[in-house]
Each structure stands twice: as C-alpha cells, then as structure tokens.
C-alpha cells in the first residue's frame, strides 16, 4: 500500500490550524523553531 507524506507548518498558538490538521489526520510534531534575536550593541540602547 502507498504511503502519502505531508509536512505542513503552523504557530503552536493558531488552534483552529492544528484543529485543522488533526482532523486530517496530520497529528505527528517534527519539531519546533526557535528563533534568536541579536543582542543590542550598547550604543543602541
């Protein structure tokens, strides 16, 4: 039997998208991003 494979992306806080993914049977999380900002210099304080 053939497999589909899916990888879609939504914000941990959007629950109508997660609902919506769930319902389509869309339920595995792979991983979460985490993004950094630069620290400000002194001078931009």
């Known amino acids: ?3 589909a ?3 879609l ?3 941990s806080d959007n ?3 997660r609902a919506l ?3 389509l ?3 595995t999380e792979l991983y ?3 993004y950094r900002r630069a620290s400000r210099s ?4």
């Open 1 to 3: 039997m053939a497999r």
């Open 5 to 7: 494979l899916a990888c």
């Open 9 to 11: 992306q939504v914000v």
């Open 15 to 17: 629950t109508a998208g």
């Open 21 to 23: 993914y769930a319902s």
């Open 25 to 27: 049977g869309l339920t």
């Open 32 to 34: 979460r991003y985490h």
């Open 42 to 45: 002194s001078s931009e304080l």
